[in-house]
């Protein structure tokens, strides 16, 4: 990316946060970045973290330069660590489990009576389209982005391959980047070019590049990134060894690729002169795939994911430590756009927060986070069952229920119609776990990435944040868990979640666990 026109464009960007925090002289342009499988990983975060970490070896400039100039969030957490229900939650602004069939992955569909926020700013006059993924898997594919009806992907969709690609095709690094940049910005260009002039837009880029597969050893060709650069970074639950390493340098590697996506976007918006008009939020919808602990899991590496907000009537240059649910975003962009969020949500708005001047915690009240899952591949489990959990996470805890202990929590160790543990990603790392697992000095890893968990964990992440010693048992902490419990529960009954307000639980039965493909 060139760095002269990136910096034209950080200036910009940080006059208009810099500016006042009243209401621009139009509703302001959206650009949403939300990447598959994009954790808490950038750059940026190594300056507000005090101990070893993966953000110390990846680079992230395009990410970091917009949250120098915007809100950087720390404790932001997608309401579920699966694809379809972490988005279903993200578009309506409801909890995963208020969204229906939205609330599983494989065997999804969309309730087109409830609203989402793309459908709701068209409505007002905001001009939409989408490149990659909004919604799925899941019928139909997209919906609540109104299908393929605005799609601008007719110049494809190679950026999401990029280290496949680029290993076929044989480019050196540089090559690639240059053409994973004008591979990014493509169909933006299409969507600009289509969209009057006096309308605002709500632009939607949905990359897969941290989604597997990616290409094996595409962290060091492409981007130069060293396995054993990441000795003694890795968090306790991944086996610090040569092949995990290696796994995680190329997910950093195509966290790497997304960025430069990023930076393409921005720049595009820069020479539209576009920018200082326009709202970006950038993130992911849960954590890493294919890693124990990561996606699929209520722990941190599963649902805190980074989140990145500049633009007009923002107060730039903060990292705020507010809780914040994805499902938040959605009452927060209709708001920018002058649409009155509908009945029945679950989020609340951000924009007291991002027109604060403050950092650290600025409404009191945002002092936890729900999070939770069902079901995710279909049959992971015998009988097409889903792993109901949900987790309550605070400053000082976190607590999390599993109300089927007796079922396996990434999905049944073998069967004749299922990969063992389906509901982790394939990967390197998983693998070398299945074959190296029964040895002693990795059995420990091996059942906290695939062992059957009790029907209460509680962490204590002052003393373990690696979220790796289950305290819930200890008498110690007899007081904080059920005062955990009694939180969660009760924020569950107030939002309906079938899964405590339901005697008979719905997410038990048909459609609810039908196989993939089978009609309800």
Known sequence: ?????????????????????????????????????????????????????????????????????????????VNAPSCTPSRSALLTGRYFFNTERGAILQGAQWNATIPSFPLLLRDQGYFIGKTGKVWSPGGPTDAPFGGQRYAFEKLGLQFNQFSVLAGKDGLTPDQARTNLAADAVKNFDQFLKARPADQPFCYWFGPTNTHRAYRRGGGKAFWGIEGDALKGKLPAFLPDVATVREDVADYLGETQSLDVCIGALIARLQKANELDQTLIVLSGDHGPPGFPGGKCNLYDFGVNVSLVIAGPGVRGGRVVDDFVNLMDLMPTLLEVGGVKPPAGINGRGLLPILRSERSGQIEPERSCVVTGRERHVALAREGNLPYPQRALRTADYLYIRNF???????????????????????????????????????????????????????YDLKRDPDQIKNVAADPAYAKARAMMSERLL???????????????????RAPFVEPRGKSP
């Not at 990603?425 to 029964?438: F, N, R, V």
């Not at 009760?490 to 038990?508: H, N, Q, S, T």
Request: charged content about 25%; overall charge negative.
């Open 404 to 458: 089927a202990p007796e079922r396996y929590p990434l999905g049944d160790p073998q069967g004749p119609s299922t990969v063992a543990y389906a509901d982790m990603d394939a990967s390197p790392t998983k693998g070398w776990l299945m074959a190296h697992g029964k040895e002693p000095e990795w059995q420990w890893h091996f059942n906290y990435a695939f062992g059957k968990r009790p029907g209460e964990e509680l």
């Open 490 to 508: 009760a924020i569950l009954k107030e939002a309906g979640d079938p899964r405590v307000v339901d005697e008979d639980c719905r997410f038990e």
């Open 1 to 77: 990316m060139n760095a002269r026109l990136w910096w034209a464009s950080a200036v910009l960007l940080g006059l208009a946060c810099a500016g006042s925090a009243a209401e621009p002289a139009r509703k302001p342009n959206i650009l949403f970045c939300f990447a598959d499988d994009w954790g808490r990983t950038a750059s940026i975060y190594t300056r507000h973290e005090d101990r070893p970490s993966l953000n110390q070896v990846v680079k992230t400039p395009h990410i970091d330069r917009v949250a120098e100039r915007g809100v950087l969030f720390r404790r932001a957490f």
